[in-house]
């Protein structure tokens, strides 16, 4: 364990750490597709400290998909976690190789037991989500407005419109020109950037007087003296914890057995997070001159009993309790703020409270104290004892208030404040058919008038004015799917259905459902894609790479034209596609060997089109400005041929680097290496197409 701790260590001080399933192990100066890749140095040094595995093929992936798998696996070593979860909810056999990981990541709450695919890549917003719950990064009250600027920010349900503004607010996610993209894939790569900016130490322990620049996660129980930090994780081996004459600007207890955290001297953390698993009760002591400016309750079990100088307390975590005490006389903290659904906060009479809001579902705040200003919008809320609350403001019809002295100072229309969207879809429509999606909506007030706006990963594909009134329930959409041969069949679907109080307040529902899409095969697009002649592309040569013909049309092309050649080797020269295509067989039964980019002529040098016969490989030819060499011709009586790009004469400094696009004078350039596999592997008299 100690030798695994140094690893890391060694890895989070560069800002890296991957895990995945075991695979054959390379050095990392193997792995083609890394190469100048723009997170190479962050993904080699994973790789050769073991923690990243290649594909045994000479490639890493860093620009793969990541998976929930893998994203357990990284999350739980770096927070030392040992507690495992019953993992039968899931269906695993206990024989993957990630078993022991999503045990621990259920235990931790990173992912839930209703997971149906942990082998699935993740969406940019999953990704985000697990991160912010393993090391507790949600506000209860975050700032929605940095938001507004992204449309596709409109679809994301409460919790995660949470989770992305408080990543905002932390500068751990930046939108760009593309917006948050969040209903993309997350790579490999992307992930092990956002961790490395996230925390950059993991330490077995701290030494008195220690100072944290950055992040850090600490394996710890003991006491923390003289400490000063930015963010400060501590793992799930820490337990008891004393705070001596401790600084941080976040603190996290990630415990699987607390006992108690106590803060002395002269101790400030403005966020201490007490996120535990553990069934026994936790307490949290501020002695002396120390103080927290919020305490926050995240995700755990087990009682939590606050006392002393705290300012602020968040419930952030679901069916938690929180005790505020006074051991000192009396206590005011500035704001209380439930967001958990199902918890219960007690406030003793010798407690003020300024602010109280509740917006989680099925909450109980029990005030023996005094609360002066309160605001309750979670749904099945109640507000009981013999204390007073004062200036209450009620947004949720269902509502129970019933304290010993209460200012009721509004009690608005609710409009669908209370409601509750669910969106289902028929999945897997036979191809070609639309699509059908039906939204349920429940506790909604008669008679009002909402926008629904229908997203399609991410991006808006219908609005609709309804009324939810007369017993109204559903609203539907038929959608027409523009099939298209290799269309991503797995499409994410949301409803967000708004509506706007007569205060002007903006009420938000979503709601989300997955489906995956049954397009047509190969043989129904071979049909209906036909080889076109002639550039249509932007002249760039990502376009030739993007629009290339999938190798069943190139098949179907060759096979259906009959050409035959007497080598066993066929190569079609796609002018519309700018690709060498070399097939093996046979007449009518040839099949796609290799592909390579191409440069054709321009339109005032066209290449030749017709069927021609490889006739031999020629010298180099050498030009006053440049020259080109590995010249393998096709039309015999001419000078058209396959050769490399140009060089400048007596260099082998590239004269035209064009390449995907008309470029030529009319001869096929092509990469060297490309061009050299030609003259190498196929034989004089094969039979060249070019259309």
Partial sequence: MEKLRRVIAGLLAAGVLFICAPAANAVSDDFADLKGHWAEETVRKAADNGLISGYGDGNIGPDDPITKAQICAVLTRVLGAVEEADTTPLGLSGDEWYAQAAARALRLGIISPDETDLNRPLTRLSAFCMLAEAFQLAQADPDLMPLSVHEEAQTLTREQKKVIASLLSAGLLKGSDSGLMLSKTIS??????????????????????????GGAVVSLSGILRNISADRLWLGCGSSSVEMASVNADLLVLRSDSPGSVSMSGAAYVDRLVLASRAEKPLTLSVNGASMIKTVVIGTGSGDVTVSGAVKNAEVTGDGRNLTITAPYGTAVYDKLIISGDGCRVTVPGNVTIKSAVISGRDAALVVEGTIEDLRIEGRGASVSGSGTTKNVRVLSSSAALSTGFTTLVNNSYMGIQDAVVSLSAVNAPAAGEPLALTARIEDAGDGTLCTAYWYEDGRLISRQETELADGKTELELL???EYKYGMDTDREYTLCLTYT???????????????????FGEEYYAARMPVSSGYEGDYTTQWAIDNDYPAFIKENFVNRGGWSSTTGYLIWISTSGQHVNVFAGSAGNWKLARSFLCSTGTELKPSPQGVFTVYGVLGRWVFSEYWVTSILGFYFGSDYAFHTRPYKTGTYEL?????GFPSSHGCIRMYDEDVNWLIKNIPVNTTVVSY
Wanted: glycine share 10%.
């Fill in 188 to 213: 490999r790569a992307e992930f092990l950037t956002v961790l490395g900016h996230l925390t950059e130490r993991y330490e077995d322990g701290l030494p008195d007087g220690a100072r944290i620049t």
């Fill in 479 to 481: 959608l027409d799917i």
């Fill in 655 to 659: 004269y035209d680097e064009s390449i």
């Fill in 501 to 519: 109080t007569e205060t002007g307040e903006k009420q938000v529902k979503t709601a989300s459902t997955g489906v995956c899409l049954t397009n």
